[in-house]
């Protein structure tokens, strides 16, 4: 999770995983068994053959494996990203997750024109789970591969619907973007499809880093834009930063030691901000305001990135799509990052809020 949120995922800095950390029961126990997925009578409805998936889908994933019987006609994600995946997919879910933004439908700008005029219902995670209204929605499948479910969690939409978390292996609130987007596909029994929307943006990415040679092997940093309870929430190697290496950079070393878990951001006090320096830095600002109090915190404004307009400050939507971290987000990062990227490799960054 993103954001990350992968955060997440979806997992993704601490004043944005606040929202994701009412999403799941801190007591469950490690050795709760899973309910097994319920199945509900499907729609008599045919959807259009281009959309038609692979029935019985069977999903592994982290508490096991769910077999979705039948096409779903009513889809809910109660994770916070998972609906850009579906809306590419060509499926309008019937209710999403809020995250944070508070964009219209809790979609953002990048999926807009996908969602059109409909209105899915808006859940929201702020005193976790909403199972009773996720239950009267009466959905045939349940999408969480980004809302940081426990077994529990699990277990308690499973009696709803057919319910998909993340893949084995993943934390609690992290997996990649490949995995959650084919996690997705394979519920829908369309996995070559979420394997194209991957290779999509693979192919895109690959694209611009081979028109940018010079790019290769420089270090990048990527921290959340404005510290928080005292401290910077920076992307070691490997967390959410496939927007910056896939297009070349290396991330600055070292900073996996400060995350306090696996799978979590690394937390950078104002006396070790020297830590994120790199050839390049991306701050992940949201308003101006977050911008001068970052400037203010420790010695960011003397790092020698940041003096020498080597950084980058996004905006609150670019913000939000590298948090977002779905392959439709990744395509506005790329679209938008890349004339920021190639000045800040020069030196001629602006230091600024975006206007």
């Not at 809302?147 to 308690?156: E, F, N, R, S, V």
């Not at 893949?167 to 394997?195: H, K, M, N, P």
């Not at 959410?240 to 991330?251: A, E, P």
Request: net charge negative; aromatic share 8%.
């Amino acid at each position: 999770m993103h954001r990350r949120p992968s955060l997440a995922a979806p997992v993704l800095g601490l004043l944005l995983a606040a929202t994701l950390a009412a999403c799941g029961s801190e007591n469950d126990s490690t050795e709760e068994q899973a309910a097994e997925p319920s199945t509900s009578e499907p729609s008599t409805s045919e959807p259009p053959a281009a959309e038609q998936g692979v029935f019985p889908a069977v999903v592994p994933h982290k508490f096991g494996e769910t077999t979705v019987a039948e096409e779903p006609q009513r889809v809910v994600s109660v994770g916070v990203s998972e609906q850009d995946v579906l809306l590419q997919l060509g499926v309008t879910p019937v209710a999403v997750t809020e995250w944070y933004g508070e964009q219209p439908h809790a979609t953002w700008p990048w999926a807009t024109d996908l969602l059109g005029d409909v209105e899915p219902e808006v859940l929201s995670t702020a005193d976790g789970f909403e199972y009773e209204k996720v239950a009267a929605l009466e959905p045939d499948l349940i999408i969480g591969t980004n809302a940081g479910l426990t077994k529990k969690d699990y277990a308690l939409f499973s009696k709803i619907a057919p319910t998909i978390p993340s893949v084995e292996g993943s934390t609690q609130y992290f997996s990649s973007w490949q995995d959650q987007t084919l996690q997705i596909s394979r519920a829908l029994g369309r996995e070559a499809d979420g394997q194209a929307l991957v290779d999509e943006v693979t192919g895109a990415y690959a694209e611009v880093a081979a028109a940018h040679p010079e790019w290769a092997g420089r270090t990048a940093t990527f921290s959340q834009g404005a510290p928080y309870d005292g401290e910077l929430y920076v992307y070691p190697e490997g967390l959410s930063t496939d927007f910056l290496t896939d297009l070349g950079f290396t991330i600055t070393p070292g900073l996996q030691e400060f995350a306090p878990d696996v799978g979590s951001q690394a937390e950078i006090s104002a006396e070790n901000v020297d830590l994120l320096e790199a050839d390049v830095v991306v701050w992940g600002t949201e308003t101006a305001e977050q911008l001068e109090e970052l400037l203010g915190f420790g010695t960011v404004a003397n790092l020698p990135a940041v003096a020498e307009n080597r950084a980058v400050y996004t905006d609150d939507v670019l913000a939000g799509a590298i948090y977002f971290d779905t392959p439709l987000s990744l395509l506005y990062v790329l679209e938008h990052l890349t004339p920021m990227l190639e000045a800040a490799v020069t030196g001629e960054a602006p230091r600024e809020f975006p206007s």
